[in-house]
């Protein structure tokens, strides 16, 4: 079945220490969004990708990074962690830009001790 | 700032009744609404779409749209247990925005 997949599923980290997510999709959708959700709020959009051309959002704190090496991996860094950032990170793709529904994986939900 | 408003709930019903979810939205020029469920823990899963005036029907679950008033609603007929979960309303802005905005959610509880 076409699917997003994120690994992992649950990552334990420490403060200040680098920590990566991982996405991946079989739907060859052109679009990849990152989003940050925390508990009992709205989905935040971090940035995403259409194709190459990355996006990032605003208000996107520095301390957060993206990659994406080719059409079905997308990469999430954030470079220091903090307390704040503990929260569920969701992936999502879409076929094109506008217009178009997104599609959810699974979420990696990060703890930061 | 654009902005999509849900009560928070919890919103209880009891197992074959009628659920019904709300939802209004700031951007007057928004083209596109989504309805996702979400249970405790998970990703938001789709439920259903909706891009013109009226209703929308997909087996149990209703959307309803009316541009006009700014605002979006989905039914649940015959609810059930399964069905509790947080509902999310997600709107994407027409003339070439991305980005969807979420309501916070509401949480919807089946009593047996």
């Known amino acids: 079945d076409a699917m997003v997949i994120q690994n992992p599923r649950y990552q334990v980290t420490q403060f200040g220490k680098p920590v990566t997510l991982s996405c991946s999709q079989t739907l060859n959708h052109n679009v990849m969004y990152w989003y940050q959700q925390k508990s009992s709020q709205a989905p935040k959009l971090l940035f995403h990708y259409y194709d190459k051309d990355f996006n990032n959002e605003a208000d996107t704190p520095d301390n957060f990074q993206s990659r994406r090496p080719n059409t079905s991996f997308c990469f999430l860094d954030i470079r220091s962690p903090g307390l704040g950032d503990a929260a569920m990170y969701l992936c999502?793709?879409?076929?094109?830009?506008?217009?178009?529904?997104?599609?959810f994986g699974p979420g990696t939900r990060l703890l930061v001790l | 700032q654009k902005e999509v408003e849900q009560n928070s709930g919890p919103l209880s019903v009891p197992e074959g009744a009628i659920a019904s979810l709300n939802c209004t939205y700031s951007d007057r020029g928004s083209q596109s609404f989504f309805w996702y469920r979400q249970y405790s823990g998970k990703s938001p899963e789709l439920i259903m779409s909706i891009y013109s005036n009226g209703d929308k029907e997909d087996g149990r679950f209703t959307a309803q749209l009316n541009k006009a008033s700014q605002y979006v609603s989905l039914l649940i007929r015959d609810s059930q247990p399964s069905d509790s979960a947080t509902y999310l309303c997600?709107?994407?802005?027409?003339?070439?925005?991305?980005?969807?905005?979420f309501g916070k959610g509401t949480k919807l509880s089946v009593i047996p």
């Open positions: 997600a709107v994407l802005s027409g003339a070439g925005s991305y980005q969807l905005t």
């Open positions: 999502a793709t879409s076929p094109q830009r506008y217009q178009e529904t997104q599609y």
